[in-house]
């Protein structure tokens, strides 16, 4: 795994694809559904770069953790509706971190088999138990998640100790396993079309809520719909926290590609900023950051079977 430059670059990379396929946008209305197969299987690549930064005694400290997921998702069974019941997968992960006052950052990767110590260790150990675990989805042909299945076992592990901040759900681990997708609203759409999202994720110290804004940027000259984002994120925060967190400024763009034909995400990247102030005993610290997500499908144009 690489560091923030090449990961930015990455980022910005699947921007200009994106862009490249979005010339000569024809107009036309469109209905954006996703489309499953029984036995079919997507595999993904999802990756995401957390950079924080904040001034301590005059001197700037930057921390960055990055993760690349390597995810599979298989088509269990079919409803009348259209839905499908999907198996995801986490088949591998690796991660990357780095640490005040190491040259080298901390690196994990579950087909190691090396198990990471510390406040690190936590995460990552926390992340593997998803590995090779079959967590099924039911998902509408809006992109909706219907229903979500979590081993038991895998939940309590979640829900009873340390790990993820907000991991502590079926909902919030589907969240995880989502980034880079959208939900289409139940409409035919025309370019410029837009509609909204909201969602929201409890913390240690408060409730993060953000508002995401959709817009159809029309359908590309090699088939492909091109839907822009804007994120608006506020925070609720805890009363009885021991510390409090002003959120002083936060944003975030992205863009999405999907494939009618094939009816899936060919590729997604996304980025969000976000400034706040943290108060805590009559100190207060200035911290920004940054989350950029990037996923790409690793076997497009792959033919259902039967087809």
């Not at 990379?13 to 107009?27: D, F, M, P, Q, R």
């Not at 269990?76 to 080298?104: F, H």
């Not at 190691?112 to 675990?133: H, K, R, Y």
């Not at 900023?273 to 499908?297: F, P, Y």
Request: proline content about 6%.
């Amino acid at each position: 795994m690489q560091g923030l430059h090449p990961r930015t670059g990455l980022f910005w990379g699947l921007i200009s694809l994106i862009t490249l396929y979005s010339s000569h946008v024809a107009e036309a209305q469109v209905q954006l559904q996703y489309r499953f197969t029984e036995g079919q299987t997507r595999r993904y690549e999802l990756k995401q770069t957390l950079t924080t930064s904040a001034e301590i005694s005059g001197q700037v400290m930057t921390n960055r953790i990055s993760q690349n997921l390597l995810l599979g998702a298989k088509v269990q069974t079919l409803q009348p509706d259209g839905s499908a019941v999907l198996a995801k997968t986490i088949e591998r992960i690796q991660m990357e971190a780095t640490q005040p006052g190491a040259e080298e950052p901390m690196r994990y990767d579950s087909n190691s088999g090396q198990e990471p110590a510390g406040p690190f260790g936590v995460i990552a150990n926390s992340l593997a138990a998803l590995v090779q675990q079959d967590i099924l989805v039911t998902m509408a042909t809006n992109g909706e998640v219907q229903n979500v299945d979590i081993p038991q076992e895998l939940l309590e592990r979640f829900s009873g100790g340390p790990g993820l901040a907000g991991m502590n759900s079926p909902e919030a681990i589907e969240r995880m396993l989502s980034q880079g997708s959208v939900v289409f609203p139940d409409r035919p759409l025309q370019r410029n079309d837009t509609w909204t999202r909201e969602l929201s994720t409890e913390l240690p110290f408060g409730k993060m809520n953000s508002q995401i804004e959709f817009k159809y940027a029309g359908r590309t000259k090699e088939g492909f719909d091109r839907i822009d984002a804007v994120t608006r994120i506020s925070l609720e925060p805890k009363p009885n926290s021991p510390f409090q967190i002003e959120m002083k400024a936060a944003d975030g763009e992205g863009v999405y590609l999907f494939d009618p034909r094939h009816g899936c995400i060919l590729a997604s990247g996304l980025k969000q900023t976000m400034d706040m102030e943290l108060t805590a005993i009559g100190q207060s610290l200035k911290q920004s950051v940054t989350t950029e997500i990037s996923m790409r499908l690793l076997n497009p144009g792959q033919t259902p079977p039967g087809k």
